[in-house]
């Protein structure tokens, strides 16, 4: 069942073209993602999602009602980039008052336990890390059906980030649908079930995270250090294989398709055991260099 | 609790733990009072003021006081910072309109300059002998009515201004010509013809003018009723067309 559908989005700021035409549609409990370089339209997107914004061209659905509808309100939460609360609010008060903003909250000191919000320390005094989580924890405090996370675990430190993917995986675990914007390469491949690709303002990719990897043109490389002298013609032999490079002991094959299976055949044929065996696989960041022409997300 | 009780308390709470503020709005013009309350001279009935005493006429310019900073000076800065960092924004994302928030923020304001104003009446009453306003009901109607004013006054500044430090620039270069008007410096009584009928057409002078009336036993003046009516309507209109959530 499709809870988020967006066709044909437009939207400008005067002259400059933010979102040009974004198309996309999120079924019920998935993780979706939309990744991209910055600048590329995620945040306008999402935010003509979460009706803070009206869209200039196109349709947005969101469970069947249009953004603007206050109901939503109730049933989605949002967690904004660059959205903050009052100096002086601790966040126990601040898990509080939102928490009364909702008919059936979720446990405010169970998320604050789970996100280690400091519950006496004032907004102004908390690190950047306790800040986001916060500000997640008021997303999901209203137990929402959809969570929009824009830029989730930017400012987190690698532990906080990886607990962070937890409590959002533990939290689409209860059936709620996630729409994340991110420029996180691992972060998308984590968590997303699928990911829709934007890049100046349009949508240049949708697919799941392998799917694009599988998408992609790049070409894999295995070394390995063999047990006994190799025949390099019969690797070359073999169609998946494009090039055999010999590093000291060592043999560098590189190629497409499936790789791994064509050496480890050829090896197994000739009793030969691959030492130290590394795969250098595509990656989604190969991907999105592909798609996007650029070297990373800008960041 | 309702969320709005919740709201402005929260908010009264963020007030407190501003103590320069809370100092200025709340404790401020019971100072002014008691300071020119010890001058002697101050408590002497006039012949200037058709026999009023000085003091008199102060406690009244220190309530226009408490809801010039309330207005001016408070308001406009927390409610430009709130829009500034996206406080208003991350209501609209909930079942909780921003409309709230501000209307809170407003309640908030009122409330401490109640208790502002409560604080220099008893203190001018139980140090100075100042009389409460023998016109009580008319002193209260134009007290909101006053606040009312300001309050959109700084709802406009707030609505205008980019950023919670221009909201508070703006209301203190606006603090000092309208307390001007109100006869913080010279009271509307000896200021002279020309500048008193100027002041009586500004918010915080036509407050001064209105809430004198009522502590010496009369309604207010027509033309100052008008004048803050005006001041209401205008300046409300203007809040609501231009005010921005983000």
Not at chain 1, 151 to 159: F, H, I, K, V
Request: hydrophobic content about 50%; proline content about 5%.
């Amino acid at each position: 069942m499709t809870v988020i559908e967006v066709q044909n989005l437009r939207k400008a700021y005067g002259d400059t073209v933010a979102v040009r035409d974004v198309s996309f549609a999120v079924e019920r409990g998935e993780i979706f993602g939309i990744l991209g370089p910055n600048g590329a339209g995620k945040t306008t997107t999402v935010e003509c999602v979460s009706g803070l914004r009206t869209a200039d061209g196109g349709v947005i659905s969101v469970l069947g009602r249009p953004p603007a509808d206050t109901a939503l309100r109730r049933l989605v939460g949002v967690q904004l980039q660059e959205s903050q609360l009052p100096d002086k609010l601790s966040g126990r008060e601040a898990l509080e008052l939102f928490s009364s903003f909702y008919p059936g909250p979720a446990d405010w000191q169970a998320l604050a336990r789970d996100l280690d919000v400091p519950l006496t320390t004032r907004y102004a005094k908390m690190s950047g890390g306790q800040k986001q989580r916060l500000s997640i924890a008021l997303a999901l405090i209203g137990n929402p059906e959809i969570a929009i996370l824009d830029e989730l675990t930017t400012g987190l430190d690698p532990q906080a980030r990886r607990d962070t993917w937890g409590l959002i995986e533990a939290v689409r675990a209860q059936g709620v649908t996630i729409l994340l914007v991110t420029h996180f390469m691992e972060e998308a491949e984590r968590l997303c079930d699928r990911l829709a690709v934007i890049d100046r303002g349009t949508v240049v990719a949708l697919d799941t995270p392998a799917g694009l990897i599988a998408g992609t043109t790049t070409e894999q490389r295995i070394r390995f250090r063999p047990s006994a002298p190799v025949d390099v013609a019969l690797l070359e032999a073999r169609p998946e294989v494009r090039q055999v490079l010999r590093h000291g002991s060592q043999l560098e094959v590189a190629g497409t398709g499936n790789l791994l299976h064509a050496v480890t055949s050829v090896l197994a044929a000739n009793d030969i055991i691959a030492n130290d065996l590394r795969i250098e696989q595509a990656s989604l960041d190969d991907a999105f260099v592909q798609l996007t022409g650029r070297s990373d997300t800008g960041e | 609790m309702n969320v709005f009780a919740k709201l402005t308390l929260t908010e009264l709470r963020l007030f407190l733990r501003e103590p320069m503020s809370a100092f200025f709005v709340i404790i401020f013009p019971t100072v002014l009072v008691v300071i020119l309350g010890c001058i002697p001279a101050f408590r002497e009935p006039q012949d200037s003021l058709d026999g009023g005493r000085v003091i008199d006429l102060y406690v009244g310019i220190a309530v226009v006081l408490t809801l010039a900073m309330v207005a001016v000076q408070i308001a406009p800065a927390v409610l430009a910072t709130y829009r500034e960092r996206g406080v208003l924004r991350r209501f609209a994302t909930t079942p909780v309109s921003p409309l709230k928030l501000l209307g809170a923020q407003l309640v908030t304001n009122l409330l401490c300059a109640v208790v502002a104003t409560a604080l220099v009446l008893a203190v001018g009453r139980i140090a100075f002998d100042v009389p409460l306003a023998s016109q009580f009901a008319g002193f209260v109607l134009t007290f909101l009515l006053s606040a009312a004013g300001v309050l959109a006054i700084g709802l406009v500044i707030a609505a205008l201004v980019p950023s919670g430090k221009a909201g508070n620039s703006v209301g203190t270069l606006l603090f000092f010509p309208l307390m001007f008007f109100a006869g913080l410096w010279t009271p509307r009584e000896v200021m002279p013809e020309a500048l008193r009928t100027v002041a009586d057409f500004t918010p915080l002078g036509a407050a001064e003018r209105a809430l004198n009336d009522t502590m010496t036993g009369h309604w207010p003046a027509a033309v100052s009723v008008t004048v803050l009516l005006g001041y209401v309507v205008v300046f409300g209109f203007l809040a609501v067309r231009w005010f921005r959530w983000s």
